[in-house]
């Protein structure tokens, strides 16, 4: 029996829960928020991978990989997956990993985890597993059974309002009687991103915002 992949959904996104404008992010100039990205997309788990050539893994459509400035692809320090319906087979699992940063490239969001189990299966570890966007990607991964779609990293983006032409497809609210989804504590966040996250509204360049951690029920 082959152990789950869990994925956890990493985002920035507005109080509608705008997440991007013109093929790229709605704003610009949140550089630590962006520095909070890479720092815990790259983090290895505690357990177990010390000492192995593991990394993290992170799921992207196309979309998303052409919004990265060049030279910041591939995510470094990253397993890169890039999904593309046009892509029509992935890379055996015997291909090399060597602990490189890809991108490989998947047709699916179910191909680019069946590719990360088969890694998983071999010596290569396979830290956790980050789904990056965009909102069909995130909408790919929000219909996943609970125990694969888990965990979102939400950094609510609450002032200025900025303009938005691609959405999450969820709603995160913190009252919401019986949804699926709750908000997790300060503490939780910590845990899981192995640091300690700033708490409360914070302010860079006029935008304010807030790290939050949210759990399926
Ligand atoms: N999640 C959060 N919290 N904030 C984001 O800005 C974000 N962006 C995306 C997905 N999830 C997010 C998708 N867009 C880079 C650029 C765009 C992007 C994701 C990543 C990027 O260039 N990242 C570099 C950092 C470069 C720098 O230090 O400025 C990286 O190494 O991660």
Redesign the pocket.
Known sequence: ILPTIELTL???ATRDMG?GLNG??PWTG??K??????R???RLPDKQLTGTKALNAVI?GRK?WD???PK??P????LNIVISRSVTSIPSASEKFESDEGPVMASSLEQAINYLRQQQQREHKVGKVFV???GQIYGAALVLPKEVSKRI???RVLSPEFECDTFFPLELKDEAAGSEWERKSKEELNEFVGEEVPEGVQVENGTEYEYQMWERR
């Not at 928020?33 to 890479?38: D, G, K, P, Q, V």
């Not at 995510?75 to 990253?78: E, T």
């Open positions: 990493v985002l920035a997440i790229g992010l949140l550089k928020e962006m520095a909070y990205f890479a815990v997309t790259k992207m998303t919004s990265i400035p910041f692809r995510l470094k320090g990253r990056i966007g965009g990293l939400l950094t």
